[in-house]
């Protein structure tokens, strides 16, 4: 089965929050870590302490849930936290998931959670392990519930000791019929994701059954009780030749760039050079690294200039696919520490970026309003409304600053819809993958007439536009 029929199969089920969908995390919504291969720990942990505590934890994400696993946890792990609280582990939790395990969220659980979502079921994570990064993974996702492995506290402070059962096994499918009967939810009509075959009795608890890049016991049961197998692509580590690439795509764009600003110099036309050099090194970095661009709307790219184009913010690969789709007239607006970026801050100059300071909202209403200014130039700009790169493939809130400015500037907003970009470059990577980014360019949108009553009603409908692309992509 793959995604679209798994996507399917949620759309035909009823509606309501009676519907349950219990996402196993580690091997199913997390791709793991092999405990022969332990994930590097990040070295901005506040002490030494932190950085055992972030250790620890890579170890409760070990894709095998072995009977050593359960042992290691109990007579190791957490009797190292005793002295710790909720909130100290949870920090460092919270870190790891952002800087690291992210990465390895497979997107099509996304899209799954998200169909389910639509459908208005109750979206559940189950672990064996302690609840700190499936807490911070729930959050990232919009699942609402986590139910793993409670640890022992005595007045705020965990005491080393588990709680009540680890759940693994026939207790983990304990707890999901235990959850289900207090928050009235049908198993019979409820759905299941799981990996390993230590799972096969929550499987069998739901009355439908989704093995993910199963093992190979898990494989064979699926076979028998004719469980439909989905298989996500590999999250894992990058190979030498994507870092190679991803290296030569590097030298690739600087030298384009070289080129492209030569020859303005050489017309002693200013702009002339940054537009050739934002749409050579955008070709010739994302050609060496393999990454193609489909576009859609490539009409509406040119139809009204200037304006300003909006994009979901994904990944750092979006600035080069927003150059390929782009090509030039325009500068984009972006944070002020990328300013002092020795790579990128003397381009990001010379190419006119705004810089502001996203912790200083006054500061930022400042910086921004030569935009208007540029805007009536004929020089469009570029901006994210979420204000900063996603996670997940899903769209945060927009907050209101780009369409202030079209507003005030007399111009469109023109919206850039941008999917896989952070599957091929997430949020915190530094490998740019081979692969397709999907790009649609929509029509533009009139905000002169905005009243300010309806300013919010009306950015949360561009908002919704995006959820809906992404939710349900277009097809040739």
Known sequence: MDIRDAIRRIHDAPDGPEVGAFFEFTGTILQGYSPLRPMRVKKDSDSDRDRDVALDLMKTLRASKAPQFVEDM???????????????????????????????????????????????????IATAGPPYVAQAAARALDCGHVLSTSLEKRDGVLTGLVDGPVLWRRAKAHAVRKFAETNGIDLKLSFGYCHGSDDVELLSAVGFAGAVNPDRTLAKIAEQKQWPVLTFASRGAVSP??????????????????????????????????????????????????????????????????????????????????????????TGITKKEMASSKLFGPILRIADAVFIDRADSASAREALRPVADTLKSGLSIVIAPEGTRSLTPGVGPFKKGAFHIAQQAGVPIVPVIIRNAGELMWKHGRVLRRGTVDVVVEKPIDVARWKKDDFEKNIAEVQRMYRRYLENWPRD
């Not at 050609?287 to 994009?311: C, K, M, Q, T, Y």
Request: proline letters at 2%; zero cysteines; a positive charge.
């Open 74 to 124: 109990v007579g190791t792990v957490y009797p190292s936290w005793r002295g710790r609280t909720d909130d100290d582990i949870a920090s460092v939790a919270n870190r790891i998931f952002e800087r690291a395990a992210a990465g390895r969220v497979y997107p099509e659980v996304w899209h799954l959670i998200n169909a389910h979502h639509n459908k208005g079921h109750t979206v559940v």
């Open 241 to 330: 030749v994507q870092v190679g690439r991803t290296f030569a795509g590097y030298g690739g764009f600087f030298g384009a760039v070289g080129l492209g600003l030569t020859k303005g110099a050489v017309k002693r036309d200013h702009r002339l050079g940054v537009d050739a050099a934002i749409g050579m090194s955008a070709d010739v970095a994302l050609r060496i690294a393999g990454v193609d661009v489909n576009l859609r709307g490539v009409e509406n790219v040119w139809s009204r200039r200037p304006a300003v184009f909006i994009f979901n913010h994904q990944s750092q690969a979006d600035a080069l696919v927003l150059a390929k789709v782009l090509r030039g007239g325009f």
